[in-house]
């Protein structure tokens, strides 16, 4: 495996909500159900791409991010499981899924975001890693990504084994896929079935049909327990069993066999080897108790982004999206810039006003208290996260303020997404040089850029904190 796995499809949201149902409405004769906890995890894309990295595989994710709090999270659970996220921009909102779940069974999911919206186009770094992956997934979930024509072209084009997960709703796979992986109720849907075909004819004869019409390698029909049915070249299906009779909860069952599937073909497998791989991965996963115990650590205990409603309604991710969707809408420039900002000094008003003089807006992405004592030390901050957001919201150049709990801003810009990053000029070293930020890289994925502007000399927290302890004024 010399490239990244490339995942590229739609991410949705997805939460678990667990209760207790004990009553009935008092106006309607429907349960009520008590909330316990909730768990919230990337869903479609963005789940096949966790799985991927929690084998220790490069990941990089090419998706569509909205403007708004679920795209925050999804960020923020992304950074957590090592997935390297590439964002297209998603005009609307994030998709999310809500599963109410009592006593280990679904009563309802609730479905939000809207339908399907257009993406937009992806930025050069973004058809690199297409042409640089040891296998592509799409993880079609029928919301647009997998339609955007430059995209479907990169990946006609690219040299890597490519497996298509596809939705009903979604556009026919490219030409000449290595492998796809629908399940036989999206084969039913793809292909009209015989009459009183019985189920294994139908997934045959499904499965043959899709594989002629996309001009796949291979088509692999997903039997839920049953295993799968891999139609390739040869005139007959081979049938895949299960391992063990597994039952229990099956969401995310197919990213799993997916991901699986990929990765195998990365490492050279053949694609009878990769699927047989993929049943048995599938069948444990599901056995094991599905998506409830097999994220990663990371993911499970991934903090909520951080709310400041006390600091007033410019500071936290709602007040970040409502002013990056005005400016991007009326076709502006979103510049960003961070730090810890702890003791506010001179020195940072004038990197905020020559950040600010460079777009339309500018939004600050502060480091959370436990951030700044992870970098710092435990003396630090001086200032607690609410009192240095508010000082930075009440400053003319700073149009929003979103506090990150991580070590870097790296989550928080995978959803903002700034034309622009700017750091003070002590960022850099031998000149004004935009490449030395460690932000860099991660604002080629979607076509920004990043810059130094002056800094004023002998301005520093760290200095101004020892001269102010070494007079007594800071206890």
């Given at each position: 495996m ?8 739609d991410?949705l ?42 084998q ?20 923020v ?9 590439y ?14 779940r ?12 809207g ?15 297409i ?15 997998a ?38 109720a ?31 390698g ?5 039997l839920g ?23 229990g909860d ?23 080897e ?17 998506v ?23 500071v936290?991710?709602?007040?970040a ?30 990197t ?12 600050v ?14 003396e ?35 959803w ?19 490449e ?6 991660i604002?080629?994925r ?5 810059v ?24």
């Amino acid at each position: 495996m010399t490239g990244p796995v490339v995942v590229l499809g739609d991410t949705l949201l997805d939460r678990d909500v667990e209760g207790v149902v004990n009553r009935l409405c008092p106006d309607s004769p429907v349960p009520v159900l008590d909330e316990i906890a909730h768990v919230d995890r990337p869903g479609g894309a963005g789940l096949a791409a966790v799985f991927a990295a929690a084998q220790g595989a490069e990941v990089v994710l090419v998706t569509a991010l909205a403007d708004d709090a679920g795209a925050a999270r999804l960020g923020v659970l992304l950074a957590a499981a090592g997935v390297q996220v590439y964002p297209l921009r998603l005009t609307g909102a994030t998709p999310e899924k809500i599963r109410l779940r009592a006593g280990g069974r679904v009563l309802l999911r609730h479905d939000r975001g809207g339908g399907a919206a257009e993406p937009g186009e992806p930025a050069e770094a973004v058809l690199r890693a297409i042409d640089r992956a040891s296998v592509v997934l799409v993880s079609d979930y029928g919301r647009g990504v997998a339609r955007q024509p430059a995209l479907r072209a990169a990946l006609a084009a690219t040299r890597a084994p490519v497996v298509w997960d596809p939705h009903p709703r979604g556009p026919a796979a490219v030409p000449g896929v290595h492998l796809a992986t629908p399940n036989e109720a999206e084969v039913r849907e793809l292909v009209e079935a015989p009459a009183g075909a019985t189920r294994l004819a139908t997934a045959a004869e499904g499965a043959e049909r899709l594989r002629q019409r996309w001009r796949a390698g291979a088509v692999a029909v997903t039997l839920g327990a049953d295993g799968a049915l891999l139609s390739h070249a040869g005139s007959t299906p081979l049938m895949v069993p299960a391992p063990v009779a597994a039952e229990g909860d099956t969401c995310g069952a197919g990213d799993r066999f997916a991901a699986t599937a990929s990765l195998a073909l990365a490492g050279g497998a053949l694609v009878s080897e990769a699927v047989r791989e993929a049943v048995t991965e599938a069948s444990a996963y599901v056995a094991d108790g599905g998506v409830a115990t097999a994220l990663p650590p990371p993911v499970r205990r991934a903090p909520q982004p951080v709310h400041a409603a006390a600091a007033g309604d410019r500071v936290g991710v709602a007040a970040a999206a409502a002013v990056v969707t005005r400016v991007r809408a009326a076709g502006g420039t979103v510049v960003a810039t961070g730090g810890c900002f702890d003791l506010l000094h001179a020195g940072h008003l004038a990197t905020l006003q020559a950040a600010r003089q460079l777009g339309d807006c500018l939004v600050v992405c502060l480091n959370s208290d436990a951030s700044v004592s992870g970098l710092k030390g435990p003396e630090r901050p001086v200032i607690g996260q609410t009192d240095r957001s508010r000082l930075l919201a009440a400053l003319s150049c700073v149009d929003a303020v979103v506090i990150f709990e991580e070590s870097t801003p790296a989550a928080a810009l995978s959803w903002l997404r700034p034309d622009i990053w700017v750091k003070g000029g002590d960022y850099a070293t031998g000149g004004a040089d935009g490449e030395a930020l460690p932000e860099a890289e991660i604002l080629r994925r979607w076509g920004g850029h990043s810059v130094v502007v002056p800094y004023l000399d002998g301005r520093s927290t760290t200095g101004l904190i020892a001269a102010t302890r070494a007079t007594g004024a800071l206890a």
